[in-house]
């Protein structure tokens, strides 16, 4: 089978007399004014955008030209965006991903030469991945060096298990990795911080799809008490008070259940600390007295 040459023109020497040799890159634009790929695939862009991406070229400062340009390719932002958002964990917003992508998409629209030979859709994708890859590290609060260091412990910590059938030691870590155990020390607790859990992360989805639950939605609020606890508060409330009047049951109410002091009780009640104090006592001894006589009604 004949072997098919591709033309070798990227460059052309320029001698100009009395100066250097000077490089020129040759163009790759045919006969028509077309922009060919350099391999003789077929033109670096789509022949139905083509005048925009000449009327841009001939006026870079023009946003709507950029803009008209960007909005066609918006597609090829989408795809990688939702390809690279596969490979992250749930706590990773792909609308991030996507803006990150679309500023690296202008950025490749400004820089393109359209007669490098090079098609578009495959220059653009190392700026446009750049840029998302970018925004993960940004948003990502650890460095990259301690990201680093973790993962090496990581794969320390498998190898050794793998050898050794158990979970490994410090200084068995610190052995493999060839650093001190201070350091390793360090390492270890410095690495712990990869365990924390963004309150944003994705846990499940409902039946119809319309909400996603976080993690957030799911973590217990200590500072409200569970129905159950509010109930059973509610009967130890009743059985205490059963039989006071009002005042007495405030006091019991405020000092147990509010955790107040007896001076601040008094205050409350306008009473003297001594008073709330000779109060309680006898609230005290009744209470004793009544649970004594009830005791028949706490059997199970």
Not at 133 to 159: C, F, G, I
Request: glycine fraction near 4%; charged fraction near 30%.
């Amino acid at each position: 089978m004949p072997k098919t040459k591709t033309p070798q023109t990227e460059t052309t020497s320029l001698q100009v007399p009395g100066e250097l040799q000077v490089d020129v890159p040759e163009s790759f634009i045919d006969e028509n004014g077309i922009p060919q790929q350099r391999n003789g695939s077929g033109p670096v862009v789509e022949l139905d955008i083509l005048p925009a991406w000449e009327a841009f070229k001939a006026d870079l400062e023009n946003p709507d030209l950029r803009n008209v340009l960007l909005e066609h390719y918006l597609p090829l932002v989408k795809i990688h965006s939702e390809r690279l958002w596969k490979r992250l964990p749930d706590g990773v917003d792909i609308d991030d991903l996507y803006s990150a992508g679309c500023f690296g998409m202008i950025n490749a629209i400004t820089a393109f030469d359209l007669s490098r030979g090079i098609k578009f859709e495959a220059y653009c994708v190392t700026r446009v991945r750049g840029s998302m890859l970018d925004e993960l590290r940004h948003m990502d609060w650890l460095p990259r060096m301690v990201r680093s260091q973790a993962s090496k412990l990581y794969e320390a910590t498998n190898v050794l298990e793998a050898h050794l059938g158990r979970q490994p030691t410090e200084q068995e870590l610190a052995d493999h990795m060839q650093m001190p155990l201070r350091d390793m020390e360090k390492l270890i607790a410095t690495s712990s911080c990869l365990n924390l859990v963004s309150l944003d992360k994705k846990k499940w989805s409902n039946s119809d799809g319309n909400k996603s639950m976080t993690e957030k939605d799911i973590v217990a609020d200590k500072r409200f008490a569970s129905p159950q606890k509010r109930l059973a508060r509610n009967d130890v409330v009743r059985l205490v008070t059963k039989g006071l009047n009002r005042s007495e049951r405030l006091i019991m109410i405020l000092y147990y259940f509010e955790e107040l002091t007896m001076k601040e009780i008094g205050a409350t009640l306008d009473l003297s600390e001594s008073r709330v104090s000779q109060l309680h006592s006898n609230i005290l001894h009744r209470l004793k007295d009544q649970l004594d006589d009830r005791k028949s009604e706490f059997k199970i």
